[in-house]
């Protein structure tokens, strides 16, 4: 199965402070890396498709990047909602798999 | 608006049999394949179960092969996830997610929780 790792596993911010959270692919996956984001107690929300593309009501300071094995979420002027668990996604092949997240915390 | 909406969770005991549901509205579930996500309780998620738009194709995750059935009415606009030989690792929030060829995966159901204990 492919393994998508993220770094790093936790992280403390301030608002409006910029984050950056990266995955990595055991294989290449050309673009095909969604991001989500989970708030405590909360069902996921899609964020990113494509690597970089937002989803539909997703704010601008959210952005992606990345191809092949590599790839970031950057959230520029964190927000107080912005503090919650993100994870990465490759849906290259199956089983679907997903990194083991990223909480961004409160400093 | 899309939603999602699951049902059907519950406490289970080991061995025993659970079937979820989820109703779909505001969007054409035909048009759609769906997926089913579960989380472990204080886990991250992890990808079960995909259902192609018509129904005739699906793919599973290795810990649920030969246990877990995915199944959708498109009449009924519904998906549904059949549980079988649950074991204590299978608990957890199964969420019902939607899966457009445009945006892949975009919307999520709120969840709803198995619990298998005896």
């Known amino acids: 199965d492919m393994q998508m790792t993220q770094s790093p596993s936790s992280l403390s911010a301030s608002v409006g402070d910029r984050v950056t959270i990266t995955c990595r692919a055991s294989q290449a996956i050309s673009n095909h890396l969604a991001w989500f984001q989970q708030a405590p107690g909360k069902a996921p929300k899609s964020l990113i498709f494509?690597?970089?593309t937002l989803q539909r009501g997703v704010p601008s300071r959210f952005s992606g990047s990345g191809y092949g094995t590599d790839f970031t979420l950057t959230i520029s002027n964190l927000q107080p909602e912005d503090f919650a668990t993100y994870y990465c996604q490759q849906y290259t092949n199956y089983p679907l798999t997903f990194g083991g997240g990223t909480k961004v915390e409160i400093k | 608006e899309v939603n999602l909406v699951e049902s059907g969770g519950g406490l289970v005991q080991p061995g025993g049999s659970l079937r979820l549901s989820c109703a779909a509205s505001g969007f054409t579930f035909s048009g759609d394949w769906m997926h089913w996500v579960r989380q472990a309780p204080g886990k991250g998620l992890k990808w079960v179960s995909r259902i192609n738009n018509d129904g005739s194709d699906t793919t599973y995750a290795d810990s649920v092969k030969g246990r877990f059935v995915i199944s959708r009415d498109n009449a009924k606009n519904t998906l549904y996830l059949q549980l079988n030989s649950l074991r204590a690792e299978d608990t957890a929030v199964y969420y019902c997610v939607r899966d457009s060829s445009v945006t892949r995966v975009d919307y999520w159901g709120q969840g709803t929780l198995v619990t298998v204990s005896s």
């Open positions: 494509g690597a970089s």
